[in-house]
């Protein structure tokens, strides 16, 4: 490989890793409380909360241990009751010795309970039975305060009308939500206030500060006073407890919307959606001059289309959105590229010229004198037909943080976090869903094949779109009469070749792990690629043919 080639080569593969690295340069735009309300999806407590004595399991209404109870309001008792499924687990330690270890069986406190088995296995000091009643006890008396600040006087939640409907995030009370059949209660106090248990605490302005764990750490220490140090989390657990929770919010980035609502797949079944605050244009240039200048932009175009198209976020919207707006972004691409574009294209129908050149000076690649020759030979047949071989470059330019910048808007779009389309969730990579072999995968359940017709068609569009430029090249250059041997053009042949398919296969790479929304946007972009090659190379033809 020659010096040229292998500078392109090197050039190409520090651009492959510019976009691996730049991917995540993008702000993120999920705020604190976005953040806080995605916490609470993982851990909605452990207790359960019912109309009736009756609606309580048996195992549960034991007297005497507070297994359940009645709910209070200020101090005066509801008609709600309220009880803690529980389990137990024989732990056999090193020394022999056994420890009986309470496990919360709520099907909502799937999440805690893992971070319980872990820390079993790790030996660490589990929080107590009491500890997690009282957390969730300030957390909902607490959630029903900041309820009642945004409502009338008339209307404010009070011990009399409080029912467990309120209360409860899903319409039945101890449920995994759409698995079991059970729909979100978006009414729900809990739904919309829970997430006070993970942000700051409320100043002495009356302003609740905006950070994460604050509001935490501080029910531990009122907890700690109240029922014993012992009796709350210790510092290993709090840990991981906080790594856990934290681990899940790094993922998190779906939280540009143009208006609140709940967006997203979240939770230990990945099946709440969760409460997301209004982002503006003026946010964005807070967060970046990209984020400002088209971040937020396409992510708002892809807002307001899918709404207009459908208002329920089913998927079917946000396909089209996506679509639509691959075509806005490519026609603004080609409108600020046109000049290199059609330049690229020239050199294109320049290939058998070109060739013709090159086959003069076949020790291009060892004699320095010929390879002068050459390039003085190449610049004036690119002069002769207006030409500039580096004006090229400028597509690149544009296209790379566009790219990076699509790419931003896609991840961080709530409304292509919500719905799916086949039972895919645009949201998901297509990677994570292709190695996804639970059961309902062949039936289409978790959007398996939709994902990889999508993943098929993004790589075969791929391929198209980079590869028949150049077989329609070669096609060209079939008709050019080969006097002799030419060392350097085939090596410069071969080495370009070599590029071209390290360049698809590493596309094809990385459309396995994107997003199934930027798959598809990826795919489209490839085949209106593809359609402009066809297109200009026809109009070229014709020029060519009438110049004869």
């Known amino acids: 490989m020659n010096k040229g080639n292998k500078k392109k080569l090197y050039s190409f593969l520090g651009i492959a890793l510019g976009v691996v690295l730049l991917t995540g340069c993008t702000q993120n735009f999920c705020s604190n409380i976005d953040k806080a309300n995605i916490a609470y999806t993982y851990d909605m407590g452990v207790t359960v909360y019912v109309d009736n004595v009756e609606s309580i399991p048996e195992a549960f209404k034991e007297s005497g241990n507070e297994k359940y109870w009645t709910v209070k309001l200020n101090g005066s008792d509801s008609g709600v009751f309220a009880y803690i499924p529980v389990g137990t687990e024989t732990v056999e330690k090193n020394d022999s010795t056994k420890r009986i270890t309470t496990r919360y069986t ?166 709440i959606s969760a409460n997301v605050t209004q982002k503006t244009w003026k946010d964005a240039w807070k967060k970046g001059f990209f984020e400002g200048l088209i971040v937020y932009p396409v992510a708002s175009l892809i807002d307001v289309i899918a709404y207009g198209i459908d208002p329920q976020l089913s998927g079917l919207g946000q396909v089209l959105s996506i679509l639509i707006v691959t075509v806005i972004v490519r026609l603004l691409i080609l409108a600020a590229t046109f000049k290199s574009t059609l330049d690229q294209q020239r050199t294109q129908a320049l290939q058998p010229q070109l060739a013709k050149i090159q086959a003069k000076y076949p ?71 292709l190695t996804n072999f639970s059961k309902g995968w062949a039936t289409n359940a978790t959007g398996w094949w939709t994902a990889a017709i999508l993943f098929i068609a993004m790589a075969v569009f791929q391929i198209g779109a980079m590869m028949i430029p150049q077989w329609i090249n070669k096609k060209k250059l079939k008709s050019i009469p080969k006097t002799s041997a030419n060392p350097a053009q085939d090596k410069n042949g071969s080495s370009m070749k070599m590029m071209s ?33 066809l297109i200009t190379q026809s109009i070229m033809a014709k020029k060519n043919k009438k110049a004869r």
């Open 363 to 433: 020790n291009s690649n060892t004699n320095k004198d010929e390879a002068q020759r050459l390039q003085q030979e190449q610049m004036a047949l690119y002069k002769r037909n207006k030409i500039n071989p580096l004006s090229m470059l400028i597509t690149l330019v544009v296209q790379f943080p566009v790219f990076i910048c699509v790419w931003g808007a896609m991840q961080g779009s709530s409304v292509l976090a919500s719905g799916s389309i086949l039972n895919l969730r645009l949201s998901d990579t297509i990677s994570s869903v």
């Open 501 to 533: 398919w390290f360049m698809v296969i590493f596309t094809i790479i990385m459309g396995f792990a994107l997003p199934a929304a930027m798959g598809l946007y990826w795919a489209v972009g490839a085949l209106i690629s593809l359609a402009q090659t």
């Open 106 to 271: 709520a099907k909502k406190a799937e999440f805690l309970d893992s971070i319980i088995a872990t820390a079993v296995s790790n030996n660490y000091a589990v929080p107590s039975y009491s500890y997690f009643k009282a957390m969730d006890e300030k957390l909902l008396a607490t959630a029903i305060e900041e309820k009642n600040k945004d409502l009338a006087p008339a209307d404010q939640i009070t011990a009399s009308n409080l029912t467990a409907a309120m209360i409860n995030v899903f319409s039945d009370p101890d449920t995994l939500g759409k698995a079991d059949g059970s729909d979100i209660n978006y009414e729900s106090i809990l739904l919309n206030y829970g997430y006070v248990k993970f942000s700051g605490v409320v100043g002495t302005d009356g302003v609740r500060s905006d950070e994460l764990w604050g509001q935490w750490d501080a029910w531990n220490e009122e907890i700690a006073a109240e029922i014993g140090e012992d009796q709350v989390p210790q510092n290993d657990f709090a840990n991981l407890y906080k790594n856990q929770i934290n681990a899940k919010l790094a993922n998190a980035r779906s939280c540009i919307s143009t208006k609140p609502g709940y967006f997203g797949h979240y939770g230990n079944s990945s099946n």
